[in-house]
């Protein structure tokens, strides 16, 4: 990939160097290079994502999430429309494994992430974080991607920060990580025991 973008930059440069006069086409060409690249390279590791195996949530695992999200409805009623929209998503979802080297650019490497805008129905499992983990643990991971998909949450703090305390109750219902809180704490003794 690299080697393109050298060899369009080397012909953009020569381009350049003779043609000394018209240097504000030659800055525009460097411009669009720049711009041409850049679209390039997240077509090509986003396009990268979507080729790699996925399938649907397995029974067993549609099961775990299905008695947890029961368990929300019965202990969080207020909330029902949402825990029926994290259902419906993990049974539409298309789960892609996914391993490190095939992740676009991240600060960080996730258990899972989505991207809603370009992929509304798809949850990418990073196989070297995701596949080690419980049952329990796998679902709600999925959960938490299905809040991003179907409720548009954001990331505002995960459980284990210490900002995640002190959340707004508004901030907690645009929170992906305050629902598997919610689990954690109502339902997840009562289902499994870890």
Not at 72 to 86: G, M, T, Y
Not at 101 to 125: E, Q, Y
Not at 135 to 159: P, Q
Request: aromatic share 12%; proline share 3%.
């Amino acid at each position: 990939m690299w080697q393109v973008y050298v060899l369009f930059g080397s012909l953009i440069f020569v381009t350049c160097a003779l043609n000394v006069g018209q240097k504000s086409t030659c800055f525009f060409n460097i411009i669009l290079l720049i711009m041409w690249f850049e679209t390039l390279y997240f077509t090509i590791s986003f396009g990268q994502l979507k080729m790699a195996p996925h399938n649907s949530v397995d029974r067993n695992m549609v099961h775990i999430i299905d008695d947890l999200l029961d368990c929300a409805v019965q202990h969080v009623p207020k909330l029902e429309d949402s825990w029926n929209k994290l259902k419906k998503c993990t049974r539409d979802s298309q789960m892609y494994t996914v391993s490190k080297s095939k992740l676009p650019v991240l600060t960080t490497v996730p258990t899972a992430f989505v991207n809603p805008r370009l992929f509304p129905k798809d949850i990418f499992l990073v196989n070297s974080e995701y596949k080690d983990l419980s049952e329990m643990y796998k679902a709600l991971v999925i959960i938490h991607e299905c809040t991003h998909l179907t409720l548009n949450t954001i990331d505002h703090a995960y459980i284990w920060e210490n900002k995640f305390t002190y959340l707004s109750e508004a901030e907690h219902l645009q929170n992906a990580d305050s629902y598997v809180g919610i689990l954690l704490n109502t339902c997840v003794n009562d289902i499994y025991v870890f």
